[in-house]
Structures are given as C-alpha cells and as structure tokens.
C-alpha cells in the first residue's frame, strides 16, 4: 500500500479477528514507530508488545475504554519516563511515534485503535517498566472484524474549508 493510501484507510478498530499477526509486520510497526520525529533526536519511548491473550485480558482493565484491548492480536504499550518538565514535548513525540505505528499498521492491512491508562499501577505490574516511568497510551493491533481497511471517500471529518486557513485565519 502506498502512504497516502495507508493514511485514508486507518480508523479506529475495536473488533478484531482471532489471525494472529506475523512476527515480521509486527516488526515493521514496531520500526516505525522507533524511527518516528522526536525533539532533538530524544526519542523518549519504549514500546511494550503484549501478545500473551492472559495478559491482554488483565491489560484491558487499565481504563474503563480499553476493552478492546483484549481482543487484540497485540498491543503495544507506549512507555516514557515521568518527567517535571518538558512533558509537552515528550507528549509530543509519543503522538509522532502512535501516528507512525497506526499508518504501518494500515499499510500493512492491519486495523488499530487507542486507549489511555488510568491504572498505572496496573499497568505497571502487568508491563513491568520501571517506576521512573509511565505508560502514556496502548495500540491494540488487529486484523478488523468485517470490512479490511480501505481508503475511505467521506470521512467523518470537518470539512477541508473549515479546517484549511491560507496565509492567515
């Protein structure tokens, strides 16, 4: 899939087929979103892959939204140090890395969605990461349910006029 195709075809997924996903797509998703823009080269991330389906069940309970985590072939786990300052550049850089990893994902005809954690003990337990560190998001990954990624045509989205200001507001 060429980019621009990746990027009209991603949306939110939350129902998943049982397929797993092959070791080497996994891989590149995962590159993805280690060579994404950071401020300065910092790259302050780690990523946790959980494919283990006990722990993606137990993963799930981190945020009363995350269910769908539990139905993902894998998750990945956006992990950062907890910083008390420059955290909006370390916020930053996480979204660069998620926006990565979902457009490989939609390249590769892999669906992914999001989910915030609320349970950062849990999540703690369950990933492992040092306690000088947070877990900023997860990104189930999966195979859709239904209909495969696909370019969409009407998008539910504001308007191109609306958004777009040319030279100023």
Not at 52 to 60: G, N, P
């Amino acid at each position: 899939m060429e980019t621009w195709k990746a990027i009209r075809s991603r949306r939110d997924v939350r129902e998943f087929s049982d397929r797993p996903i092959e070791e080497d797509h996994l891989v590149r998703i995962l590159d993805a979103g280690r060579r994404a823009p950071s401020a300065r080269n910092w790259q302050p991330w780690d990523f946790v892959v959980v494919t283990d389906r006990d722990d993606l069940v137990e993963l799930a309970t981190v945020f009363v939204g995350a269910a769908h985590v539990a139905r993902s072939a894998a998750t990945i786990a956006l992990v950062a140090p907890i910083l008390a300052e420059q955290r909006e550049l370390e916020y930053f850089d996480l979204g660069q890395a998620t926006v990565s990893i979902m457009i490989a994902a939609a390249d590769l005809g892999i669906g992914s969605g999001h989910a915030a954690v609320a349970d950062q003990e849990l999540a703690r337990r369950i990933l492992g990461h040092p306690e000088d560190h947070f877990c900023a998001h997860l990104i189930p990954l999966g195979y859709p349910t239904g209909q495969p990624l696909f370019p969409m045509r009407q998008p539910r989205r504001r308007p191109f006029n609306e958004v777009v200001h040319r030279g100023h507001w």
